[in-house]
Nanobody
Framework: QVQLAESGGGSVQAGGSLTLSCAAS????????MGWFRQAPGKERDLVAR????????DYVDSVQGRFTISRDNANNTVYLQMNSLKPEDTAVYYC???????????????????WGQGTQVTVSS
């Protein structure tokens, strides 16, 4: 069992930056594929970025490539999402999630992630 808690959301102007953090409970954090998802009002929950258990592989949705960076600190059971050059279309509730499946198998489907945080709101104004 893993419990996840996001922090770091807020309101920024376009072009600004935010860093989201996700703290995980438990002693097996390093075995999970971790992902950041986001959900805007009226839209589905979509993957933003994911990272392999040891942090050696990452993947991003095209719309954030080059602007967002996912990283993890297994010693401190934390995964991060550094968001730069934010745009109004990045506005959403951001969730971190953990998958027991391997990095390649878990992929981008939220249905394959087993544990979720409560979400943190990110609002980008133009």
């Amino acid at each position: 069992q893993v419990q996840l808690a996001e922090s770091g959301g807020g309101s920024v102007q376009a072009g600004g930056s935010l860093t989201l953090s996700c703290a995980a409970s438990g002693r097996t954090f390093s075995i999970y594929t971790m992902g950041w998802f986001r959900q805007a009002p009226g839209k589905e929950r979509d993957l933003v970025a994911r990272i392999s258990p040891r942090g050696t592989m990452t993947d991003y949705v095209d719309s954030v490539q080059g602007r967002f960076t996912i990283s993890r600190d297994n010693a401190n059971n934390t995964v991060y999402l550094q968001m730069n050059s934010l745009k109004p279309e990045d506005t959403a509730v951001y969730y971190c999630a953990a998958a027991r499946l391997g990095y390649m198998t878990a992929g981008s489907s939220p249905h394959l992630y087993d544990y979720w945080g409560q979400g943190t709101q990110v609002t980008v104004s133009s």
